[in-house]
């Protein structure tokens, strides 16, 4: 409907309702705005800082960014010509998702 076809009607809310559609409302705003301010912005990190933030060498990066090249490992890194990146959100991620396979190795070999 446009707004010349809603002229002549009045439409009452009970303020009840009109309390609760205000409140949620703003809880899901607040929502957002908290969850704007939760997430770290990104960084773009040398392979030095990438190797520091992991506790390992240059060496090691360049060993995972090679095999993840070859298909055999998945370590997240960015190319741009002879340049290499990597996202330190990224990395976080691939840190946690790589622990929890590194326990479920121990946790398997244990049973064996």
């Known amino acids: ?18 309390d609760a ?4 409302v703003a809880a899901r705003i607040l929502g957002e705005i908290n969850s704007a301010h939760k997430e770290s912005p990104d960084i773009l990190l040398t392979v030095e800082e990438a190797a520091a933030l992991l506790n390992k060498s240059a060496g090691q990066i360049y060993q995972w960014v090679n095999k993840t090249q070859h298909g055999l490992l998945d370590f997240p890194f960015l190319k741009a ?15 946690k998702n790589n622990s929890k396979r590194l326990e479920n190795r121990k946790k398997l070999s244990a049973i064996s």
């Not at 409907?1 to 009109?18: Q, T």
């Not at 959100?89 to 840190?95: A, D, F, G, Q, R």
């Open 1 to 18: 409907m446009s707004d010349s076809n809603l002229k002549g009607y009045n439409i009452l809310f009970p303020a009840e309702v009109i």
């Open 21 to 24: 559609i205000a409140d949620a």
């Open 81 to 95: 010509g002879r340049s290499l990146r990597f996202s330190k959100n990224e990395l976080i991620e691939w840190m």
